[in-house]
């Protein structure tokens, strides 16, 4: 069974610092892996899709690094307003197409 | 990408009671999940639905309590039988995007059993 591991569980930080949020997972053998943001009481947006095979994606002030082989992804956040503030959570795809989510990092972003 | 209406979008309901959550899809997608998010935690698989043929539940997780149908490439709905407070939860409806790579989710029920 995946075991997703997320840290840290929270963080918070001023307005316009680089966010740096880690996902560990311990199944290798992943199709691809996506990186979601949940406002409270509401449901997932996607973010970031990285696939299996690449290294790196990115989208905005968002960039996703993956490391298959060790079992890891970094979501980095450049220059972070308040609109940021929310829970991000990692979500690693097996080949059976299902999704294994973290507990995910609740991020406040302070004006 | 795709987009899903869920409805309702909370509910409170009695214990013993049965609720009915629907999950509306714009494209037709193969593969339809339901997932459960308890306060607090994160998302736990409950099943799979694919059309034409009987959902896949995951451990923890029967048929008896959250019957689950899948009549077309588009709908789905996830019952919630026979209710207590332990159900409460957020509920949510998730698809794989065209090509079987992106999931997308639908809004959530925030359902509250008293």
């Known amino acids: 069974k995946q075991e997703v591991t997320q840290i840290p569980a929270a963080l918070s930080v001023p307005e316009g610092e680089n966010l740096v949020l880690n996902c560990s997972f311990t199944d290798s053998a992943i199709y691809n892996l996506q990186w979601f943001r949940q406002d409270p009481g509401k449901g997932l947006t996607s973010l970031l899709l990285?696939?299996?095979?690449?290294r790196e994606q990115t989208s905005g002030r968002l960039n996703a690094s993956l490391d298959k082989s060790s079992g890891r992804s970094t979501l980095y956040i450049a220059a972070s307003q308040p609109g940021d503030s929310a829970t991000y959570l990692c979500?690693?795809?097996?080949?059976?197409?299902?999704?294994?989510f973290g507990a995910g990092t609740t991020v406040t972003v302070r004006a | 990408s795709a987009v899903i209406s869920q409805k309702p979008s909370r509910d409170i309901c009695q214990r013993g009671t049965s609720l009915t959550i629907q999950c509306q899809v714009d494209?037709?997608?193969?593969?339809m999940f339901w997932y459960r998010q308890q306060p607090g935690q994160s998302l736990t698989l409950i099943a799979t639905?694919?059309?034409?043929?009987?959902?896949?539940?995951e451990s923890g997780f029967v048929i008896d309590k959250f019957p689950i149908s899948r009549p077309n490439l588009t709908f789905s709905t996830l019952t919630v039988s026979n209710m207590s407070p332990e159900d409460s939860s957020i509920y949510l409806c998730?698809?794989?995007?065209?090509?079987?790579?992106?999931?997308?989710f639908g809004q959530g029920t925030r359902l509250t059993v008293v």
């Open positions: 639905a694919n059309q034409g043929s009987e959902a896949t539940y």
């Open positions: 998730s698809v794989q995007g065209p090509g079987g790579t992106e999931a997308f």
């Open positions: 990285i696939q299996s095979s690449q």
């Open positions: 494209s037709q997608v193969t593969m």
């Open positions: 979500a690693p795809r097996s080949n059976d197409y299902k999704l294994s």
